[in-house]
């Protein structure tokens, strides 16, 4: 039997203090709200009873954050898709900010095991004077418990991935089990087995000297980190900054991302860093 399961949160200013309320349909909901940084930042995590995913298991999350709200969106775990005998397992996330608001969309790792078919995919709708940083890191199987994504035995998996920002950027892929020229090729993952995606986003234009600063700092970050060699930063866009790296685990990953959201949440918001209680634990 599949799961269907739909979350919709909607943060809103109450005074000076951020709330949201929430309605859930099916395994996937929030815990209560947080403000470990005072009432203007709303943490929240995102919890699935289940688990993870398999195939034909859906998953939708509906967000809109109200002019000035503050939201902090993190998980307790990984989210799990797992093998499936043919039907595909699908996660949607659109979120959309309205002028002023602020979103971290920061969950733990992805993980994609050998079979699965799979898609994740976010939207970020931003409105004039809207920030965001968000991230994703996918991992491909279990390669330490000896369940590698491209196994021959258990070649037909694959996993699409869709970040989009409309109008500013969008990346859009797939990775298949059997496909050994993006797997190991130097111009792809180049035998890794972990991709992790950051960026901070905004709905007007940055000025280049904001824009260059966040650079700066990322690539200072990325110039001190065992993962230097497979790390990069640019600007495709000037309402959007984007981080890049390859790991063949994924907490060296993570931690560089984590070292450029302290980083950047200083730059860009004049905030110190307040990780999620979860990531403590």
């Not at 309320?21 to 930042?41: A, F, K, N, S």
């Not at 995913?53 to 969106?73: K, N």
């Not at 043919?86 to 971290?104: I, K, M, N």
Request: net charge negative; glycine share 8%.
């Amino acid at each position: 039997m599949s799961w269907h399961g739909h979350l919709h949160l909607d943060y809103k200013l109450d005074g000076a203090r951020t709330i949201a309320h929430d309605r859930h349909d099916g395994p996937l909901r929030v815990l209560q709200r947080l403000y470990p940084e005072g009432d203007g930042i709303c943490h929240h995590v995102l919890v699935h009873p289940p688990g993870g995913l398999v195939g034909g298991d859906v998953l939708d999350i509906d967000m809109c954050l109200q002019a000035g709200s503050h939201a902090v969106i993190t998980t307790p775990g990984a989210t799990r898709f797992y093998k499936s005998t043919g039907a595909e397992a699908v996660q949607s996330l659109l979120a959309r900010l309205a002028p002023g608001a602020r979103l971290e969309w920061l969950p733990l790792e992805t993980l994609a095991y050998r079979a699965c078919v799979a898609t994740n995919r976010m939207r970020f709708e931003l409105a004039p004077d809207a920030e965001m940083m968000g991230w994703d890191v996918l991992a491909l199987g279990l390669p330490a418990a000896g369940e590698d994504f491209d196994d021959p035995m258990h070649g037909q998996g694959r996993f699409t991935q869709e970040i989009e920002l409309p109008g500013i950027w969008l990346e859009r892929g797939t990775v298949a089990a059997t496909d050994q020229r993006l797997l190991d090729s130097p111009l792809g993952w180049a035998g890794h087995r972990v991709m992790a995606t950051m960026w901070l986003a905004c709905g007007s234009p940055m000025t280049r000297e904001r824009k260059e600063a966040l650079l700066d700092e990322a690539r200072a970050v990325q110039a001190a980190s065992p993962l230097a060699a497979t790390a990069g930063s640019t600007s495709p866009h000037d309402e959007v900054v984007i981080l890049r790296v390859l790991a063949n685990r994924v907490e060296p990953a993570m931690q560089l991302l984590t070292q450029v959201w302290a980083r950047w949440r200083q730059t860009a918001w004049q905030l110190p860093p307040c990780p999620p209680r979860v990531w403590r634990t």
